[in-house]
């Protein structure tokens, strides 16, 4: 009975593991996690604290953005937004609990609720306890990422989970790391009532689209929010005012310039959470390619790394995925079987624009099936051809269908428009499933936003095969 120990068993890729080696009769289990309360990032900390503060946003800039509404604008009650925002994620993190709770019930599974940090490669001390494990899986999530700039460690900044418990926001403020948190949060700000100027490195946000999208986005914030986006802008060094704000000094196209504003923004990403986990003690040296495809450290067969932790793709559904597919693994290992590399299709969703303008890519977009050398078609729409954005107020964006020329086969899809979110499953079956495009039903129930799909269905089902 081989003895498995996971360090960070209340996260989504460490409750995942968890639930699938408890069913084995053969295993011996003890979940790790000092989280308080516990629940996971996702959960306190991410996608859903995340939906909750920026809906409230969206609920007023439609009501604005509409020309059809008259009266005075509502404002966004901070308070209100936190509070409901904690009692709901509160909620969910305690149905997390419950769930590894329920499995520690069991006859050989153990919950330690301490913090955990290795001795050697197998055994960990977790507070007065000593487990020694055939098999570990550390699934300890991410961390913020603090960048190596000047001038850090002399000014006040707000991280994205800063933004998510503030009952009150400066009148100004400067972005540094314009991603899938900033490109969420920078609206929310702006609606909130923060003018707002982001950093941005590149032409364009957003590296896995097609640039017309990049450039679609950057048209909708500045034209919508009070928000400056400094495109191929480079931060250079950080220096407080005198007032108590923050002066950000650039390089933008070559010329030095300083940004000033009440506050600092820091939306640069995260990295993987080791601190203190005494990895120093291991085998492990986690640089850059420290995980394989089959969730097993490249320095120990026996050590599986699972969702942020692993630097692959910080991703929910991936962490979810990458720990069904560990805890495959361990047990085939353990039996001495033949392991299985995790592999998924694309599939992101960004909930830009407050999620009024959502950014969704699915499979290959054009560049991507270009970049490979897959021959294929790609289709676009822009929003407005589909009358039914405009009637609903929201007629900017596009999408983009790519498929196989020769047998039709759905390669991706790409959108970015109102509802681009909620296709994104039935676009993901369409490529998991390698539907071919002239097989997928024309039939929309007008006025629906699926309508979008409809016209590119026809547009790519009439380019097959030509």
């Known amino acids: 009975m081989p003895h498995v120990a996971i360090i960070g068993a209340y996260g989504s890729a460490g409750v995942a593991v968890a639930g699938e080696l408890a069913d084995d009769p053969d295993v011996e289990l003890t979940l790790i996690d000092d989280g308080d309360p516990g629940g996971g990032l996702c959960i306190l900390r991410g996608c859903m604290p995340s939906k909750e503060v920026i809906s409230a946003g969206a609920h007023r800039f439609q009501a604005r953005h509409d020309h059809r509404l008259v009266g005075d604008l509502p404002d966004v ?22 769930a590894v709770h329920d499995l520690a019930e069991r006859d050989d599974v153990t919950f330690l609720r301490e913090t955990a940090r290795f001795v050697d490669d197998h055994t960990i001390a977790v507070g007065n306890h000593t487990v020694e494990a055939d098999y570990v899986v550390i699934a300890t999530g991410s961390t913020v990422n603090v ?55 590149d032409e364009r946000p957003i590296d896995e689209a097609d640039p017309e999208y990049g450039d679609e986005l950057l048209d909708i914030y500045e034209e919508n929010w009070d928000v400056e986006i400094l495109t191929e802008t480079y931060e250079d060094r ?49 640089e850059s390619g ?68 959502p950014y969704v890519r699915v499979g ?4 991507a099936a270009e970049r490979r050398g897959i021959d294929h078609v790609a289709v676009t729409r822009a929003a407005s051809d589909d009358g039914v954005f405009k009637s609903k107020d929201v007629p900017e964006g596009r999408a983009t269908l790519v ?46 936003t699926p309508e979008i799909i409809d016209g590119l269905v026809r547009d790519a089902a009439e380019q097959v095969g030509e």
């Open 147 to 201: 960048p190596d700039i000047e001038g850090i460690d002399e000014v006040d900044y707000m991280t994205s989970a800063d933004v998510l418990d503030a009952t009150s926001l400066p009148d100004s403020g400067v972005v540094m790391g314009f991603g899938y948190v900033g490109l969420e949060l920078v609206p929310y700000l702006a609606e909130a009532g923060t003018e707002l100027t982001v950093i941005e490195h």
């Open 403 to 448: 498929v196989d020329p020769d047998d039709g086969t759905v390669l991706g899809y790409q959108g970015l428009h109102y509802h681009a979110d909620v296709m994104a499953k039935t676009m993901q079956l369409a490529v998991e499933m390698e539907l071919d495009v002239r097989e997928i039903p024309d039939r929309a129930y007008h006025p629906t």
């Open 290 to 357: 420290w995980v394989a495809d089959t969730m097993q450290a490249r320095d120990d067969e026996r050590t599986f790394v699972v969702g942020d932790v692993n630097g692959h793709e910080p991703i929910l559904h991936v962490a979810k995925e990458q720990g069904f597919q560990a805890a495959e693994n361990l047990l085939a290992h353990a039996r001495g079987e033949e392991l299985t590399p995790y592999e998924n299709v694309h599939h992101h969703v960004i909930f830009s624009g407050l999620g009024v303008y």
């Open 77 to 98: 009650d901070l308070e209100r937004v936190v509070e409901t925002k904690n009692d709901h994620v509160l909620g969910f993190a305690e149905h997390r609990r419950a």
């Open 364 to 367: 290959h977009s054009a560049g």
């Open 238 to 286: 950080l220096q407080p005012t005198d007032d108590g704000g923050v002066r950000l000094h650039v390089d933008r196209d070559g010329e030095r310039e300083a940004v000033e504003a009440d506050e600092l923004f820091l939306f640069t990403g995260r990295r993987p959470n080791l601190d203190g986990l005494g990895l120093e003690n291991t085998a492990l040296d986690p």
